[in-house]
């Protein structure tokens, strides 16, 4: 009967675990993936058991663009950590140059995002199932 407790006891532990977050940094780039924890630099984790968010990954996304000069963005409240200009320039080989853009849309144009994973990339990871999988949620930055 206490077999059968201390069974069911882990099982409920494992269930509702809280989740785990590491450091690791990638030490083979994909498509050979591999990363090691911080925390135990000794073992290589492989491409088998790890899970990578899309937006590490090289990826395609539908985007419409929207282009507006002169366009002034405003510290924080708008673009981020700081004030921002819109600026354009455009180049006809073999001829005058051109003036820059005034106001631009495309709708639905493809873009790739090519920043995979990095050999050195410091990421976090998140253990899941009790460590058969791993999951790298984001790279790590830290200021400076």
């Known amino acids: 009967m206490l077999d059968i407790m201390k069974r069911a ?5 494992l269930a509702s675990g809280p989740v785990e977050l ?3 940094v990638v030490t083979q ?17 492989p ?15 539908i985007v419409s663009l929207n282009y507006e000069y002169p366009k002034s963005w405003e510290k924080i409240s708008d673009i981020g950590d ?4 819109t600026i354009s320039s455009r180049t006809n080989i073999g001829s005058a140059p051109s003036v820059p853009y005034e106001q631009y849309e495309m709708k639905y144009a493809r873009i790739t995002f090519e920043d995979v994973l990095k050999e ?3 990421v976090l990871v998140t253990s899941l199932q009790g460590g058969q999988i791993y999951y790298i949620a984001d790279r790590v930055t830290r200021y400076e």
């Open 9 to 13: 006891a882990l099982k409920g532990m």
């Open 22 to 24: 590491m450091e690791a």
């Open 29 to 45: 780039a994909p498509p050979d993936l591999k990363i090691v924890l911080k925390s135990d630099s000794k073992l290589p984790i």
């Open 47 to 61: 491409k088998e058991i790890i899970i990578v968010a899309e937006h590490l990954t090289r990826h395609t996304r």
């Open 82 to 85: 700081e004030a921002k200009e």
């Open 120 to 122: 050195g990339d410091e």
